[in-house]
């Protein structure tokens, strides 16, 4: 199944962690020359265990550098790797982009070779060992172009994002780290802040716990020691929109410490449809698309019962749009909420009911 | 597959949107008589299209009467019931219970017949049309014993709740509600305060967003007319744990506004391990379970893949013990994350490769 790859030659990797390994996994199985690098032996013997890539020589000519080190590391490396390989255009991968620009700027380093891109892509928890060479399909790659900054440099860096699968946007530094203030760091730490709430709850309260807090901590499970850097290096964006954050907040709690005041419901009925406003703002089918019926099959929480499910769906012909898994509190049984297009609703409540499974009245 | 009910008698059920019309059409499958009331009359002629019983008569004598308007309702309508049919135990299905049994002491009522319960289940839209015989199955739904309550009318309404599958858990009234401040009204929301920081917010930096902002909001989507009520009604507690979290919201912001400062970062990191903390602490899968390992597939976004997949690992015998879909910006492809025991992952790589799926390498 290799494709041709659009990048050509060596492409040296700086930095065997998720998303270097994830890198050289991607171009590797394109047939790309990867030469790893790591300040530690041990971690890129690991990723070419993994398959990405094979250990970096002395005299690899590379046309293409992606650094893929922690944000606080990146312009030191970029800026040896400029130098070590002149004739080569470096990328890094790092979730901020302004701040290692900056220093890169303030040691002299040769700019004109240096493109800043993010992949959006990376789980709570990883390490070379998640590495997958899926990593960025479909995923939005920034690029950040900059005055003086040549065409081909940036259209290497999209053809690296394409080979692995994912989708260009250019975007410039500024703009790329307002953004990924609100739709990245700002909701880690709202996460991280309202988990934090409940390491003093009792047992009884967690017991009640439903897929809305689910949701709204899933990400606080996150690295400390890798977001510590991402949000100090975008900090004065985070913290203006934290502000924000916590105007309404105090709005809120102004409201609920008096809520028969005049006002009062008013303020918290305001914020909540300003939620609705913002929530409904998203792309992507969790939110905002009401295209699908939805159907509910109760499923044993036993081996098989929920292949048997899908497989019983693909001999139907019904085709699920979209799903969502609940496991029961203190119950064998799981609930599984299945879209389908709405003229496929009642024939799959018809199907599945005949064959016995269990479905919402 | 109508099962014998443990209510017996005639279930009176006042109020006909979600929770109503929804426990209506659990006890009506079981073959309970169910006679429905509603301040609106075309609110119970669409229950009763929709199967969750029949209308109400002068002449019923319920044993048992479900109160399901809503919160700023509950007190002057169990107090009614309660005048009305003085045979009968009377419960309602708030999210809160303290406001309206203090309510109702206030009022004299005969509250040696009313328990007050909650079924922690729910979406975020509602109404009769949305409302399933299975709303309940698996959820928790406490009921609040009192002294002086009787043991028989505790368990009749803990027999409402597994005839419609629910799992019973007793908790006092202030228990009850300290524990949904933290695990559902603090996150209602800490989502709706971020969500509210998207009106403004660029459509680039909306199309970076990923699956951690959409967990971290999709309760923001919730209906303000309800949820004002239900915050209104509990606002001292809910105001309490906002206090905790805004003192901790004031330490990351004088963090990240001088991140350079002695201690500023070790702040920040304290912050996230203590987020890192409380998501371990929430009971089910996505909260702690490493029990299973991650197979993520490539889907085509077109009718009949996800089925296809689902099928074929039915047909390979493996078990999918939980999954993640997420739908990719700008790209006609979906991912689906499988999660699998450990010893059937190398099997399920193999056989889907061998099946043509495109799978992390």
Redesign the interface.
């Known amino acids: ?1 290799t494709q041709a790859s659009r990048v050509t030659g060596t492409v040296r990797v700086v930095g065997s962690g998720l998303l270097g390994a994830s890198v050289g ?2 171009l ?2 394109r047939g790309v020359d990867v030469a790893l690098a790591d300040a530690s032996p041990a971690a890129v013997r690991l990723a070419v265990d993994y ?1 990405a890539g094979r250990m970096a020589r002395p005299d690899d000519a590379p046309t293409l550098i992606v650094v893929a080190v922690p944000p606080d590391s990146v312009a030191q490396v970029v800026a040896a790797e400029l130098a070590a390989f002149p004739a080569a255009v470096v990328t890094d991968v790092a979730s901020v982009k302004a701040a290692p620009l900056a220093e890169l700027e303030a040691a002299g380093a040769a700019l004109d070779r240096y493109v800043g891109s993010h992949p ?1 892509a990376g789980r709570e928890r990883g390490g070379a060992i998640s590495a ?4 960025f ?4 790659w ?1 690029v950040c172009p900059r005055p003086g900054l040549s065409r081909s440099s940036v259209s290497l860096v999209e053809a690296l994002a394409l080979d692995l699968g994912a ?1 260009p ?1 250019e ?1 410039d530094t500024a ?1 790329h780290d ?3 203030a ?3 760091h ?14 003093a ?2 047992d ?7 897929g ?11 690295e ?2 890798l ?2 850097q991402i ?2 290096a975008n ?2 964006k ?2 203006e ?6 105007a ?3 709005t ?2 102004a409201a ?2 008096d ?1 028969e005041a005049p006002g ?2 008013r303020a ?2 305001e ?17 905002q698309d009401r295209r699908f019926s939805s159907i ?1 099959v ?1 499923v044993d929480d036993k ?13 139907l ?7 969502r ?7 064998e ?3 599984a909420e299945l879209a389908v297009l709405p003229d496929a609703q009642q024939r799959a409540v018809d199907d599945l009911t005949a064959r ?1 499974w ?4």
């Open positions: 199944m996994l991607g590797s199985g398959g959006l997958r060479a899926d990593l399909l479909g995923r939005p920034v989708i946007v975007l703009a307002d953004a990924v609100l739709v990245s700002t909701p880690q730490l709202v996460a991280t802040l309202m988990a934090r709430r409940l390491t709850a009792t009884a309260a967690l017991s009640l716990a439903g809305g807090l689910r949701d709204v901590t899933r990400v606080a499970a996150s400390p020691e977001w510590v949000l100090a900090a004065p985070v913290a929109i934290l502000r924000g954050y916590r309404d907040l105090d809120v709690i609920l410490d809520v009062a419901r918290v009925a914020t909540l449809a300003g939620g609705n406003a913002g929530v409904a703002r998203i792309p992507g089918k969790h939110g509910v109760l081996p098989g019962e929920l292949g048997r499910l899908f497989g019983e769906l693909g001999e012909g019904i085709n699920i749009e979209d799903l898994l609940e496991h029961s509190p203190g119950a049984i799981g609930i016995g269990r479905i919402a009245g």
